[in-house]
């Protein structure tokens, strides 16, 4: 029996066409799921991109003023891709309303606020999904029924980083993404967030840390208001503002488990393109991911394999949800492959009413790391990762 689900979208910038995306995709690729997004509404403050949701993405309806979306009597689920700042008063506001939600990361603008967001929905009782959509690539799902097996032995050492260039530009323009009043934290919540749920999601949870930041880039040109993404630039000798959030966040990180390992997240250093990024080491193996080769695990499992090393494996359609985007071996899937397979997921649980992962309860366990983390580059010495779940 087919299941219709009705879907609002409140921010309609690059993440929330994903989404909306994702969601159109969703009966293509996984027919077998009987599951058909309905895109019943879009809201976004500029009104050409409200009307691009409804002329172009087959939404039934659009408007400026994300309440009509979470008022509208056939939206089920609120999918929340507006700015950070927003968040909060559009997660209550859906919380209390009784939708289902799924909200980009990150869930708050800063931790308290995410423990804020979190209780308000679990009080609610409403099913909620967090874009923590790295975990789900086929070759991640897979490394991670490894270590549960036990086929690397007690893991030892974890290093997680996000090195990311958006923000290397000088000339970038001063985006809500750099403004502590509209984002937040810079990279702190922004991607050290997907790279403390990473690790969350391999090596456990963590226990303590110690952290420094920076910011390398402490002005840049003032945008146009309306037009554009954080990837614009502006031109020598337009005006500027100050940057008010962090670069750059590094940590040495100690998890309940005994692992010992290192944290980065930078959005202004030269090189990697799109590194989130992992290596981490067991008893009896070791593993290593990378976005930017998001189609190939280094494994090494010497008591498994004749040579001694780390073995090059391939994603292909014996893996994790691979088969229903590209069937074969060696054949690529991308970025919003893995948004279309969160959003399955995230469905699969709104339709079964049972919490699935990864949730606001995700969410805010990373929270709590970078809590610590932010006290740690203020006291200087390690912070104990302590609860923020409001009861």
Known sequence: MTTTIGIGVVGFGWMGQAH??????????????????????????????????????GFEESTTDWREVVDHPDVSVVNIGAPNKLHREIAEAAAAAGKAMFCEKPVGEAPEVTAAIEYAARQA????????NYRWAPLVQYLKGLIDEGRLGDLTHYRGRFFTMYGRDRLGVLSWRYLFEEAGYGVLTDIMSHTVDMAHYLAGPIKRVVAARETFIQDRPLPKPGTGTHYDRGRPGDPTGRVTNEDYVGALVEFHSGVRGTLEADRSIFGPQSQMAFELNGARGAAAWNLETLNELQLY?????????????????????????????????????????????????VVAGHQGTVGFAEALAAAEVEAAMARSWDSGTWEDVTSLRID
């Open 125 to 132: 009782g409403v099913v909620t999904g967090a874009g923590f």
């Open 301 to 349: 499992l010497p008591e498994e394999t004749p040579t001694d090393g780390f073995t090059r494996v391939l994603a292909g359609d014996t893996f994790p949800h691979h088969g229903n985007i590209v069937p074969g071996g060696g054949n690529p899937i991308g970025y919003e492959d893995l948004k279309v397979i969160e959003a399955l997921e995230f469905l699969k649980s």
């Open 20 to 57: 909306s995306r994702s969601y159109r995709r969703i009966p293509m690729h996984f027919p077998e799921e009987d599951l058909v997004p309905r895109l019943v509404m879009a809201a976004d403050n500029v009104p050409d991109r409200a009307r691009l949701a409804r002329e172009n993405f």
